[in-house]
């Protein structure tokens, strides 16, 4: 059966909901590849590399999806998304030229939050699939993976928190 929108679903409330979700993964995703980037001396920088491909595929999987269901893009807010998490960078540190050691602390954090928001996301598809014409065991996959990655990101701000506020210390080592 293919994906489609029953009458028992408000299909405008569901299309603004999972593009709502379509803009954090957005924002998300320039943020992880940023940081992937950013730290590629840091010992964190593989699980940094691992981490933003899967978002990567995630997101993508969830443009297909509303696509599947015929929701009306709203390619707007995607590239709102994109300029928030930009102008996001812009942000003072204390360092004009050098990126701050208490910038990998922040994003980690950051990031651990938007992986949470993910998973209700991921929660709430899992519960609509039957109606949506879905698997359901799809999105409770999705979840599992997104509890990964928040202990991934657990590491990440743990190497970060011990070395940031540390003088003589560095992020790198």
Do not use: C
């Amino acid at each position: 059966m293919a994906p489609h929108i029953p009458d028992t679903i408000d299909e405008k409330l569901l299309g603004l909901y999972l593009s709502d979700h379509l803009t954090g993964a957005t924002a998300g995703l320039g943020r992880i590849e940023r940081m992937a980037k950013d730290f590629t001396d840091t010992p964190v920088h593989a699980e940094l590399a691992t981490l933003a491909a899967a978002i990567g595929r995630e997101r993508e999987l969830l443009r297909k999806l509303i696509h599947e269901l015929g929701i009306r893009q709203r390619p707007h807010r995607q590239a709102a998304a994109w300029l928030a998490e930009h102008a996001g960078r812009l942000k003072l540190n204390g360092r004009l030229l050098s990126r701050s050691p208490m910038t990998l602390v922040l994003e980690s954090e950051l990031m651990r939050a938007a992986i949470l928001a993910k998973i209700g996301g991921w929660q709430t598809l899992e519960e609509l699939a039957p109606d949506l014409g879905l698997e359901p065991s799809r999105f409770a996959g999705l979840s599992t993976e997104g509890q990964a990655q928040i202990e991934t990101l657990g590491r990440v701000h743990d190497h970060a928190r011990r070395n940031a506020f540390r003088r003589g210390r560095s992020i790198t080592g």
